[in-house]
């Protein structure tokens, strides 16, 4: 029983984004070698994204926490299917091994060692001593599986209190109680030890995409993610420091929308804005929104003003594309909604 929870856990935090973002890396140009590095973390905010839609309304309509449970596994599961369909049709990319030269393999070999280092640490310390608002995230995913319903108390003094309309919006929070659900673990050992772990993979995973995109030589790239496995172990000293977000409590919700969601929607919207508008690709910003949505209501934020910001001044560009200004409202129209949801419960008569 232990052993087919611990395969369920892989399977949502493994299996289900990399199935999910074969999907959705058909939006990337053709051809290239890095589509299949983009799988992974595309497919995770995707997941985190359906987690999204199906936790807000469930919470404002108070309903069980083991509702959301059964229909996010079931509508993940039937996703996959469509998935695995979907590839096998449109074959997105062929997976082979990359053919390396000597100071490539001694670079891969280098960065495989700082990122081992960095994950077994994760694993292994606690990182909480630091962060003074921890008790929020542990209490509330916590108390979620305690009364089989989201957010009913005050996770610092454990008094009842009022909707929260804020923390209803943030799916983050919620997430690893249904990770600790069917895997048995415990919410504490889930968020400081498993999604400590896990958080450091998912951000290499972006920012080796982000080196494929930005470099074309293979050693070059490398170079790259060594560069940022050294700035990363040397930046943790201080809870104020930015590298601390990696390193240190990761499994927050802003430190995962800084470190990893942020820098993979600017490295998609380089290959996007590189070529003709698509519906798709903007139906791929508008779950990226959603993640950043659920993480954060700052992420929310962050999200509409930078999509904003790097299409306009993609306008600039010599080969200006104005249908590109298209992708503004994918990107902006859900987090606006959830924002304004929120205000609407936070000031008016509700």
């Not at 891969?108 to 606690?126: S, Y």
Request: hydrophobic content about 55%.
């Amino acid at each position: 029983m232990i052993l087919i929870r611990i395969l369920l856990l892989m399977v949502f935090l493994l299996l289900i984004p990399v199935l999910l973002g074969a999907k959705w890396t058909t939006v990337l140009p053709k051809g290239n070698h890095y589509r299949i590095s983009a799988c992974f973390p595309i497919g995770f905010f995707v997941e985190l994204a359906i987690f999204q839609l199906l936790e807000v309304p469930i919470a404002y309509l108070h309903l069980p926490f083991t509702l959301l449970c059964w229909v996010f596994a079931i509508i993940a599961s039937l996703y996959c299917v469509h998935a695995v369909s979907f590839v096998k049709r449109r074959k997105p990319f062929v997976i082979r091994l990359p053919r390396l030269n000597g100071w490539e393999t001694f670079y891969l070999i280098v960065f495989l060692g700082l990122l081992g280092w960095q994950m077994i640490n994760g694993f292994l310390m606690d990182t909480t001593i630091w962060s003074y608002d921890d008790a929020a995230y542990v209490t509330y995913a916590a108390d979620t599986l305690r009364f089989d319903a989201i957010q009913t108390i005050d996770p610092y003094t454990g008094i009842a209190i009022p909707f929260d309309a804020h923390r209803a919006l943030q799916g983050w929070l919620y997430f690893p109680a249904f990770l600790s659900k069917i895997s048995g673990i415990s919410v504490a050992a889930m968020e400081r030890t498993v999604l400590q772990t896990f958080d450091i993979l998912l951000a290499y995973a972006v920012y080796a995409y982000m080196a494929s995109v930005l470099f074309e030589r293979k050693d070059n790239g490398l170079i790259f993610l060594i560069f940022l496995s050294v700035l990363y172990i040397f930046g943790w000293y201080s809870q104020y420091s930015v590298t601390f977000r990696l390193l240190g409590p990761n499994y927050q919700g802003k430190a995962v929308l800084a470190v990893s969601l942020l820098p993979l929607l600017f490295t998609l919207l380089i290959q996007m804005l590189e070529r003709a508008y698509s519906r798709r690709k903007g139906i791929l910003l508008m779950l990226l929104s959603m993640a950043a949505t659920s993480m954060t209501m700052f992420g929310a934020v962050t999200f509409m003003l930078h999509t904003t910001l790097v299409v306009v001044l993609s306008l600039f560009h010599r080969d200006r594309q104005w249908k590109h200004l298209r992708y503004i409202p994918w990107g902006v129209s859900l987090p606006a909604l959830y924002c304004g949801v929120y205000f609407l419960y936070k000031y008016g008569q509700f």
